[in-house]
């Protein structure tokens, strides 16, 4: 039966499990972000090698279920570590990495694909006349990018950047796969102390629904003032 007695314990219990998923969320978004504006880039530009490399890149890890690359990050990235350090002369102890980094760069590398997209989109719905008309004034290749490029493109991802952003959240639920605890693992082992496993989950929910409606608010905001100054 639903206890309503064990809502409030269970809230502070799983609510201690929030900032460490928000600041893994917002590393994971950082660094994908970025990745993924490198891949778009070197696909807009065409440059050879780079882009059949890019793309490839992609069709693998848009292709691979998020949970097998947390395993082969896992299982593969202290050996290669320790391989690579061996080369170069250094002695590191790879096997010692936290399980949380390794979910970090799991997953950066996993939504980096998508985050590609994101960007591809934004760069190609931008108006070629006008880095025309603003080369054709006198702008360098830095100055057009700066004042008439980029102000454009990030307001064309900012609703799909905040979608990204929330499919990682979602996907920290997978780090339990390694035992690093999140708000989902955290209601799982709430539950298993006292087995009320309906009222953790639907703390959780509740949770996720608020960082959800935040997160969607925030970008309306940022996208909206982006528009204005553009």
Partial sequence: MFDLEVLLPDFWSILDAVPVTLLMAVTVFICSTLLGGLFAFVEHRRLPVLRQLVIAY???????PMV???FLAYYGLPPALDFVATLFGVKVNAHSLPNWVIIIVALS??????????WKGALNSFDSGQSDAALSLGYSGGQLFRRVMFPQIIVAAI????NAFMVIMKALSLAFAIEVVDIFAQAQLTAALN???????????????VIAYVVTKLADKIEARLRVRT
């Fill in 195 to 209: 087995f009320y496993y309906l009222e953790a989950f639907l703390v959780a929910v509740v949770f996720y629904m």
């Fill in 58 to 64: 992609k069709i693998a890890f848009k292709g691979v």
């Fill in 159 to 162: 609703p799909d950047l905040a």
């Fill in 68 to 70: 097998v690359v947390i």
């Fill in 109 to 118: 590398a996993c939504v980096a694909a998508f985050q590609a997209e994101v």
